[in-house]
Nanobody, 124 residues
Framework: QVQLVESGGGLVQAGGSLRLSCVVTGHAFSDAAMGWFRQAPGKEREFVAAISWSSSTTFYGDFLKDRFTISRDNAKNTVYLQRNSLKPEETAVYYC?????????????????WGQGTQVTVSS
């Protein structure tokens, strides 16, 4: 059974940094592309970043490329999301997702497995 477990969320002051982690079990992680999404209160889910199985390809949501960094460690079955200089409007639940393909994608429907999410609250 595939499980994705996010961690690293919490309360952060504006201007602070964030590093989320997502550990995957029950699946050949190194063969799978991974992604991060977020959903703010009252808003639709938004694509944040994705990475291919080999880390050779990464891409980001509109206006987000210079603000987030996605990376992965296949030896640890873990994908990361790094963000510096956080803003209050980035308060959201952040979700990790995995797809049964080595190729990265940006649409939520392309992903097959999802974590429960981790809450990130940025205070002003």
């Amino acid at each position: 059974q595939v499980q994705l477990v996010e961690s690293g969320g919490g309360l952060v002051q504006a201007g602070g940094s964030l590093r989320l982690s997502c550990v995957v079990t029950g699946h050949a992680f190194s063969d799978a592309a991974m992604g991060w999404f977020r959903q703010a209160p009252g808003k639709e889910r938004e694509f944040v970043a994705a990475i291919s199985w080999s880390s050779s390809t990464t891409f980001y949501g509109d206006f987000l490329k210079d603000r987030f960094t996605i990376s992965r460690d296949n030896a640890k079955n873990t994908v990361y999301l790094q963000r510096n200089s956080l803003k209050p409007e980035e308060t959201a639940v952040y979700y990790c997702a995995e797809r049964s393909s080595a190729v990265a994608a940006s649409h939520g429907s392309a992903f097959d497995y999802w974590g429960q999410g981790t809450q990130v609250t940025v205070s002003s």
